[in-house]
């Protein structure tokens, strides 16, 4: 199910910092009419830490809504409370998501057997398929290879989104894991050799701005075809790179807003981006050809 490219959303805002719900509808349009393979909302790239229960909510349904079963929806339910993330993802289960992807605990940097006797929890309170989301980077814990080999014993835990930039690690993790195990690349980067290593496919923060090519990318990759995935890495490799000049969604929101696509609002502690950054991105964007040339789905 969770198989090519699928797109870390970002939650546009207005101005006033409420959630703008017809830009996200627009934006979620767009993906589906470029070809995307499935949608991840309320994630990192979501801003997912600044949203309201409420809100959170609101924007799974909405993705529910728009997909309108075309493509698969991955909710994000994470969080370091297990007894909150069981409640969530038993309300996304009721919203009708495809999946969820629950990052790791944080902050509270639990041991491997906190993380497995988490993930086994959350999966006993559901039905739906779990994609761990593994990124030590922002949590402060690694899901060790050996513990995913754990949690893959459970049938309704699927697959992991690796965001560790660990190649080695994701290869011992792909030669450990059951075949049907799901790895997927965190980073849009390592697409090509995650996926040259036996991944299937990346979530991505670029799909934002470049949907169908990052579609395009992931499925090259898949089918073979690495020659046709490198030309399409080397024309967006300076783009993958700017969009993580500054944290995550800082860029890839200030590309959005340079491409006409949303207002660059952000909610406390993430503020826009610094005048030189701002520069940066924008003149990736011109090399590319997207700045200011995107039409947005109506």
């Known amino acids: 199910m969770f198989l090519g490219c699928g797109t870390a959303l970002v939650t546009p805002f207005r101005r006033d910092l409420s959630l703008d719900e017809e830009t996200l509808r627009r934006l979620i349009r767009r993906q589906i009419e470029a070809g995307i393979d499935f949608l991840v909302p309320c994630g990192t790239t979501g801003e997912s830490p600044t949203l309201t229960r409420t809100e959170h909510l609101r924007v799974i349904q909405i993705a529910v809504e728009e997909a309108a079963g075309q493509v698969p929806v991955l909710g994000g339910a994470g969080g370091y409370n297990t007894r909150e993330v069981i409640e969530l993802a038993q309300e996304l289960e009721r919203l009708g998501v495809d999946g969820l992807l629950s990052v790791t605990p944080y902050y509270n940097k639990p041991t491997q ?11 006993a309170s559901t039905q739906l398929p779990i994609v761990v989301y593994s990124v030590q980077g922002r949590t402060g814990v690694n899901v060790e290879p050996a513990t995913l080999v754990r949690l893959a014993e459970i049938p309704n835990i699927v697959g992991v989104k690796e965001a560790s ?18 790895v997927l690349s965190g980073d849009d980067a390592v697409t090509i050799p995650v996926i040259a290593l036996g991944g299937r496919g990346v979530i991505s923060v670029v799909a934002n701005q470049i949907p169908r090519e990052m579609m395009q990318l992931a499925q090259a990759c898949l ?25 995550n969604p800082i860029p890839v929101k200030a590309g959005m807003a340079l491409m006409g696509l949303l207002e660059p609002v952000y909610r406390l502690p993430l503020v826009p981006p610094s005048a030189a950054n701002l520069e ?18 109506g």
């Open 113 to 123: 057997e906190g993380l497995y006797q988490h993930y086994k929890a959350i999966a």
């Open 165 to 182: 930039g660990n190649i080695s690690q994701i290869a011992t993790i792909l030669h450990d894991v059951p075949s049907e195990f799901a």
């Open 223 to 247: 089918q073979g075809d690495f020659a046709a995935a490198r030309l399409i890495h080397s024309r967006y490799l300076p783009l993958m790179n700017v969009s993580f000049v500054e944290s």
């Open 280 to 297: 940066k991105i924008s003149k990736v964007l011109e090399r590319a050809g997207l700045l200011g040339s995107v039409p947005v789905a």
